[in-house]
């Protein structure tokens, strides 16, 4: 018998600041995985005043390969008192597993097959070395047979991206530069920030050594750890809490047929995918862009904020990085983007990035966001991406009446 879809909720969110959470050699964990993660669900359920028993899905970003517990979900139920009977699942794929983990989630409050679901997340591979965690990303995600061999990181491909972008449109290092220090100004008012500081300069961005040319140091995210987790629930049951919520109102998925920057031509500073699943959850939701106010863009690297940012038509084209520079874009402007602080600043644990950025919106549209609140927000956008956008999932979400 076919189920009528429910309208999904987000009741409660946690999370710790983003940065070092493993040991450094010789010192003392502080806990495994599920200890901490399972310390933080326990303390977001209380607040939102849901019983463990209550909880029917667990949706888990897939741990890396330095986590101690396999099984880390399974583990993490039995941890929590759990009696799920609608999921229990780990999920990967690339830049959209935090925003995956929330879809299955959300998935399960629509068709029925829980009241409460989990979307949560722990990374703890700080201890993993630079050049392993590169070959790890290299043979991860690159194409074996097309860029794996030349020793194609993913910066390389935004690296790509920015060269091609700025020779087309003209646009400088400056333009690029104005995205990280937009950026950081918005992480020193966020508490989950891992840059926070100080502010930057541009000529600070510009000074700093190259990672691949054009990209320097402060164009890209530094390594970073962290734990979230959102709950989930369907709208009636969120008014039972009789507490403020916020609602999924739109959802879209696009792919856009390559890999990655791909083997055979097209325009890879035209991200395809985030354009058309943007137009479809605006569509779902019954909305237009000229309707949200504020989004977060999983965005690694300066020029992919800017390239998603005209994608979605927040910017014109060529404009993204001087919108970020005269303040469109920033808390105050026509349309903030990453208010959080974005992968640049707010930090970029690697699986967990789309769960940060849905938090920080639910924050947003609760008023809950401080100094760094965007004036009567109501509606607002999460995109994430699968690698160099050529995929992307969004969603569109809006404060409850």
């Not at 597993?97 to 949560?120: S, V, Y």
């Not at 930057?200 to 962290?226: C, M, N, Q, T, Y």
């Not at 995918?273 to 309707?291: C, E, H, P, S, Y």
């Amino acid at each position: 018998m076919k189920r009528a879809v429910r309208e999904v909720a987000i009741v409660g969110a946690a999370a710790l600041p983003v940065g070092r959470l493993s040991p450094r050699d010789g010192a003392i964990a502080l806990g495994f995985e599920q200890d901490i993660l399972g310390a933080l669900v326990q303390r977001m359920l209380a607040e939102a005043g849901v019983a463990a028993a209550e909880v029917g899905s667990l949706v888990l970003t897939l741990p890396p390969p330095s986590t101690r517990q396999l099984g880390l979900a399974t583990m993490l139920a039995a941890h929590l008192g759990l009696r799920c009977t609608g999921r229990i699942a780990e999920v990967v794929e690339m830049g959209i597993t935090g925003g995956l983990a929330f879809d299955q989630a959300a998935a399960d409050i629509a068709l029925g097959h829980c009241d409460f679901a989990l979307a949560l997340g722990i990374n703890l591979d700080g201890n993993v070395n630079a050049a392993e965690a590169a070959n790890n990303g290299i043979r991860a995600v690159g194409d074996v047979d097309f860029q794996s061999p030349f020793g194609i990181t993913p910066i390389s491909w935004y690296a790509f991206d920015a060269a091609r972008y700025m020779h087309e449109t003209g646009s400088t290092r400056r333009d690029l530069a104005a995205v990280a220090v937009k950026n950081r100004r918005h992480a020193l008012d966020n508490p989950l920030a891992q840059m926070r500081g100080r502010p930057l300069e541009e000529a600070e961005v510009l000074a700093k050594r190259p990672i691949v040319e054009p990209l320097g140091l402060l164009d890209v995210p530094p390594r970073g750890e962290g734990a979230v987790a959102l709950l989930l629930t369907h709208r009636d049951a969120a008014r039972s809490l009789r507490r403020p919520f916020i609602t999924v109102r739109g959802r879209g998925f696009a792919h856009d047929g390559f890999h990655q920057i791909g083997d055979r031509p097209h325009d890879m500073t035209d991200f395809v995918a985030a354009r058309k699943a943007t137009a479809q959850a605006l569509a779902d939701a019954g909305m237009n862009m000229v309707d949200l106010n504020l989004a977060e863009l999983y965005a690694p690297c300066t020029i992919s904020e800017i390239l998603v940012a005209e994608a979605l038509g927040i910017s014109a084209r060529g404009r993204g990085g001087a919108d970020a520079a005269s303040g469109a874009t920033a808390v105050g402007g026509r349309m903030p983007v990453n208010t959080s602080g974005g992968c640049l600043s707010r930090g970029h644990p690697p699986s967990l990035t789309g769960l940060y950025g849905l938090l920080e919106l639910r924050e947003q549209l609760l008023g809950l966001a401080g100094t760094r609140q965007v004036k009567d927000a109501q509606r607002a956008l999460h995109c994430c991406e699968l690698g160099n956008y050529n995929a992307a999932l969004v969603h569109v979400l809006e404060v409850a009446a």
